[in-house]
């Protein structure tokens, strides 16, 4: 029987897709290949067939075969026997296995030319044989019979034009950057019956129809070799004239029998694409002074040209409008350019490097990278480089003042495209070379423009941010000079419900009035301030001010309130920061008196008891923090934690011979994450020993999850005793899933132990899978969660880390995650699914009147009340557990079911990795859960209704349009439907994610934490 359908459809019988099989080509031709196969390890008797995949496993020729002797002729239909739609095209040959009802497709691999290819370099080893012609869509179409470089038989489809990128070595050998020359050399094969060769570039079609527009180039010198020749090309920067701006990508060209043939080049090694990648950043950096000059780049292995900065554009047509396309979101900055700006007579301008008399339509906007947030400002073209740009159009359209920055960007139109770019100044040249320009005094220009914002009078000021970038901010008027004026903080005092300061103003000139007290909102509707009148005073020739707070008759609202002293220009307020000493922060923190003084004020809530007390922030101003009392803010506690100091002090030699580990989950209050799994595998596993170390897990004796750790009990420290308080001054490494801070108490009240810890090494064990959610703003290399050392689970994980958390790769291991170790399948026995979205940043601490008006809460509601749905779980004897994230907490009484078959799960009521193994399908949104339930084979289902909002709020480090291991949804139909198909294959994972899932993960196996051990045992600590 021949087949050629689905390959889901293909048969009852269960199909694996595992595994190799050696074999040799012995010939091909006109719809055939003969295939041999003497491997002497290999048992081919119960091969039953040959199977052609196409490279997404979705479709599949079939054909029956049974092995006689050491070879086998393999016939073909022609080219045409898959459902084809494009090419060029790759297809998987594989041969098929039959035992206990389950065929098991092996592919056909030779090691032999794997070799032989990596150290030739040459494609003629890879069999590019033509089996099949036809056509395509009206193309002559070729299919050839192949071994990729890696020794996989396959066939690959393709434009007879293409023939000879299959069949020539062509490469190139070096380049770069020399004397602002582009020098590069290329090795070019001879074609026997070619009449003429050469190099060309391929201009990048503007539409799919339009055809391909070719431009040929001399190379500067030619060496001649029997079977090769060696281009040497040197060209400046306007080697070619254009009509248009053009991406360019180079070719090498073949004329046979009167038809001319392209084929591709590529770099000799990866290591030069590598170089030339670095050679482009750097060039990018120029200062550009003509726009219309050539820069380069590598892309796909491949050398490219492109002759306007930015090469990045949107074609215009005469109906659009310019306004229209900057506003949409994909018109973003794409490429750097440089000048100066500046305030002149009150005016903004600024002057670009570039001659930008050859472009049209300069426009100047604003671009605020949080919000997606545009506003375009009135351009004025002043010269050929100079334009002045006014700020009437923020007036009307900004909202909101919550201290924001936008980037200043460009767009500019030439021959018919539109630009976009971010404007340096040229100064700059890396992250932090001029360390004048790092002080803020530095960046910041005079105020541009004042207006209100409701009721408040906001100023734009612009800047350089610290990496040269031109930004304009925008402040409330009275703060917006806080980070550029100072005074030193004298005494700080609570007593009773009063709060006493006092300042240093003795090298200021500024008329200061008073200390406001303002709370650190993130909307401007949040806005609070407080005001006290100071009085001034002088003492040993020094000059002070200070004011009483009654915080009584404050509303302190929770989380952070800054105090400022303020100060008057004319009849305008300004507030300057007040900076404590690194040396007052310790005698502060550290000295044996302060525990005995009064440092909090308390005040009583609807809720109980919050609590209000000072902090330093990471550039040693004072703040406060209000948050709700704990049992850490007493002053047993405080004695606790200098008793600590004192006897780790005492005895810190012995302490430190211990080498002690400390791993640990969020808060201190869980054991069922990754922390708690590496911690169980070291206890039964013998790893203290192999670590020469003291591990010990740390966990709140009131927890839920206690019971699961109390059988280690010489291990497991009680969180905030006393011993858990030496212990973590003493620990030379944290293992955990989670940040440091999770390690102590939440948000200390003056703790000295909290800056010891902030000093500790932590050995990252990650959440989950880097993936949907960006969070390289947290857990960045120079972020406030960073670690020393960042786990992953790829090396494509790795990539994201080490390319843009900026870690270095030492600092980064592939190991898989520690939990992974615990899955296994549990649900044979169960009907259940499990529903586990994740929470949105945008709902963060919103009232629960709103919660219910979010698309969030009424889409999930929708869902759960989906008459459909019960139906489906009627039907199928089907369970969904609803599991809650922590966040929703505050809002889980707005959810209810009226089905039986639905379960609405708490966080930490049940241990979700149980539900992960007992569950037979996944459906969330973004949640990275997604990567445990892909790990144990199972179909995940992405339900994504507000995809858009976001990507464009949290983004993601993959395509979610193209790249999910599972069906993704917008719609609850489209998700129901999704549903119902799974149910039908009996939750069975297709075809086409079962390959994406060898790809996904370095490791399937029980050994993730053995590796994670072997990994701290090379850290220096």
């Not at 003969?34 to 067939?49: I, K, P, Q, R």
Request: glycine share 4%; with cysteine; hydrophobic share 35%.
């Amino acid at each position: 029987m021949a087949y050629f359908g689905s390959l889901n459809k293909l048969t009852d019988k269960e199909v694996f897709i595992k595994g190799v099989v050696h074999a040799k080509l012995i010939s091909c031709g006109d719809n055939f290949v003969t295939l041999g196969f003497t491997h002497e390890n290999e048992n081919y008797s119960s091969a039953v067939a040959f199977a052609i995949l196409d490279a997404d496993n979705k479709s599949v020729w079939y054909q029956e075969a049974t092995l006689q002797g050491d070879s086998y002729r393999l016939e073909l239909d022609g080219f045409d026997f898959l459902s084809l739609k494009k090419s060029a095209l790759r297809f998987k040959l594989y041969m098929v296995f039959e035992s206990d009802s389950i065929l098991t497709f092996k592919r056909l691999y030779d090691p032999s030319v794997k070799s032989e290819f990596r150290a030739t370099n040459n494609k003629r080893v890879l069999f590019y044989d033509v089996v099949a012609k036809g056509e395509l869509e009206g193309e002559k179409e070729l299919l050839a019979m192949n071994i990729t470089s890696n020794g996989y038989f396959g066939f690959a489809l393709y434009e007879e034009k293409r023939k000879l990128n299959y069949c020539t070595n062509n490469y190139i050998l070096s380049f770069d950057v020399v004397e602002d020359k582009f020098c590069f050399d290329l090795k070019l094969d001879k074609y026997p019956s070619a009449s003429k060769m050469g190099i060309s570039l391929l201009a990048s079609p503007k539409t799919e129809d339009a055809p391909e527009v070719y431009y040929e180039i001399q190379p500067t010198e030619v060496e001649e070799n029997e079977d090769y020749c060696v281009l040497k090309c040197r060209y400046d920067r306007h080697f070619l004239k254009l009509p248009n701006p053009e991406v360019l990508k180079l070719r090498v060209f073949y004329d046979l029998e009167g038809e001319r043939y392209y084929t591709n080049i590529k770099t000799v090694t990866p290591q030069l694409s590598v170089d030339i990648k670095h050679l482009a950043i750097v060039d990018n950096g120029r200062q550009n002074m003509d726009l219309m000059e050539f820069t380069f780049r590598s892309n796909n292995n491949e050398l490219q040209f492109i002759n306007v900065l930015p090469n990045l554009g949107v074609e215009l047509s005469s109906k659009e409008n310019i306004n229209s396309i900057i506003m949409t979101p994909e018109f973003v900055p794409a490429r750097v350019m440089f000048g100066e700006h500046s305030v002149e007579n009150g005016a903004y301008h600024i002057h670009f490097n570039a001659d930008m008399s050859t472009v049209d339509n300069v426009k100047i906007f604003v671009y605020n990278s949080k919000t997606k947030e545009k506003v375009i400002l009135n351009t004025t073209r002043v010269d050929n480089s100079s334009f002045r740009a006014t700020f009437e159009n923020m007036e009307k359209n900004v909202k909101d003042f919550s201290a924001r920055a936008y980037l200043v960007c460009a767009s500019f139109s030439y021959n018919g495209y539109l630009y976009c770019a971010k404007i340096k100044s040229a100064e700059y040249v890396g992250e932090k070379t001029d360390i004048n320009l790092l002080d803020v005094h530095a960046r910041v220009l005079p105020t541009v423009a004042s207006f209100n914002v409701g009721d408040t009078l906001v100023k734009l000021e612009p800047m350089y941010s610290p990496n040269g970038f031109f930004y304009i901010r925008l402040r409330d008027s009275i703060m917006s000079r806080k980070d550029l004026d100072f005074v030193n903080l004298r005494e700080l005092k609570f007593r009773n419900n009063k709060l006493l300061v006092s300042a240093d103003i003795t090298d200021s000139d500024y008329n200061f009035t008073g200390f406001a007290l303002s709370y650190r909102y993130k909307k401007s509707e949040d806005k609070q301030v407080h005001f006290e009148s100071a009085t001034h005073f002088t003492r040993k020739g020094r000059r002070y001010i200070k004011a009483v707070f009654d915080l009584s008759k404050i509303d302190l609202r929770r989380i952070i309130w800054d105090i400022f002293a303020v100060y008057k220009e004319g009849e305008n307020p300004y507030f300057a920061s007040i900076k404590v000493s690194d040396e007052e922060i310790d005698k502060k923190l550290f000295s044996f008196k302060n525990l005995f003084t009064k440092n909090e004020y308390r005040q009583k809530t609807d809720e109980g008891t919050d609590v209000f007390f000072p902090y330093f922030t990471t550039i040693n101003s004072i703040a406060f923090m209000v948050r709700e009392q704990t049992s850490f803010d007493s002053r047993l506690f405080k004695i606790k934690e200098f008793i600590a100091m004192v006897i780790y002090k005492l005895f810190k030699k012995h302490y430190r011979q211990k080498k002690i580990i400390l791993t640990y989950e969020k808060f201190c209050n869980c054991a069922q994450d990754n922390g708690y799994c590496f911690f169980k595998h070291c206890m039964e596993h013998g790893a203290e020993q192999r670590l020469d170390a003291e591990i010990y897990y740390v966990i709140d004796k009131k927890a839920q999850d206690y019971q699961r750790v109390k059988k280690y009990d010489k291990n497991v420290i009680h969180f905030l005793s006393l011993k858990h308080m030496i212990y973590l001054l003493a620990s030379r490494l944290l293992v955990s899933s989670d940040s440091i801070p999770h390690i102590y108490a939440w948000r200390p009240n003056c703790s000295p132990i909290e800056k010891f810890v902030k000093q500790k090494k932590l050995f990252f064990l990650q959440h989950g899978v880097l993936a949907l959610k960006r969070v390289d703003f947290l857990y960045g290399r120079t972020k406030p969660s960073a670690a020393s050392v960042f786990v992953t689970s790829s090396q494509a994980e790795k990539n994201i880390v080490t390319k843009i958390f900026g870690y270095a790769p030492e600092e980064v291991c592939v190991t898989g995650l520690a939990r992974w170790d615990e899955l296994e399948d549990k649900s044979q026995n169960c009907r259940e699914i499990l529903l586990m979205p994740t929470w949105r940043s945008w709902l963060d601490e919103i009232q629960d009147s709103e919660f219910v008006e979010s698309d969030y809460y009424k889409n999930y509601m929708e869902l759960l009340h989906s008459e459909r749905l019960k139906k489906i779980l009627e039907d199928n004897d089907l369970t969904l557990n609803f599991y809650i994230h922590p966040k929703f907490k505050d809002y889980i009484s707005n959810f209810n079911v009226d089905s039986n078959r639905i379960r609405i799960i708490p966080y930490g009521e049940e241990p979700l990795n149980e539900l992960m193994m007992r569950c037979k399908l996944l459906i969330t949104d973004y949640s990275s859960v997604c990567w445990d339930v892909f790990y144990m084979n199972k179909p995940i289902l992405f339900y994504q209704f507000d995809y858009k909002m976001y990507n464009s709020i949290h983004g993601s480090y993959i395509n979610m349009e193209k790249e999910l291991f599972g069906d993704r949804s917008l719609t609850l139909d489209k998700l129901l439907d999704d549903l119902e198909k799974s149910i039908g294959m009996d939750f069975k994972l297709p075809y086409e994610y079962k390959l994406m899932r060898e790809d996904s993960y370095a490791f399937i196996d029980k050994n993730n934490c053995s590796r994670i051990v072997q990994e701290i045992r090379h850290l220096k600590w």
